[in-house]
């Protein structure tokens, strides 16, 4: 693969997630507040481990790129 072909398709990934990114707070799911997300407050910090929003994009990405490999 040249060097052209591959900063054209790197350029239309980054155009896809820019775009996923800017639709994410429009949409009804509630990405970082799923249950399973931990979040730990002190007195004077806040420690915060989203592992149920991790688990569910790691899914959906298994699944797309799964279905994009079978092609």
Not at 9 to 36: C, E, F, H
């Amino acid at each position: 693969m040249g060097i052209g072909r591959f900063l054209i398709i790197l350029g239309a990934i980054l155009i896809l997630v820019g775009a996923i990114i800017s639709i994410l707070p429009r949409l009804p799911i509630p990405l970082g507040r799923l249950p399973g997300d931990l979040v730990f407050r002190g007195k004077n910090w806040v420690f915060y481990f989203p592992l149920g929003t991790s688990i569910l994009l790691s899914v959906v990405l298994t699944l797309l790129l799964w279905l994009l490999a079978r092609r």
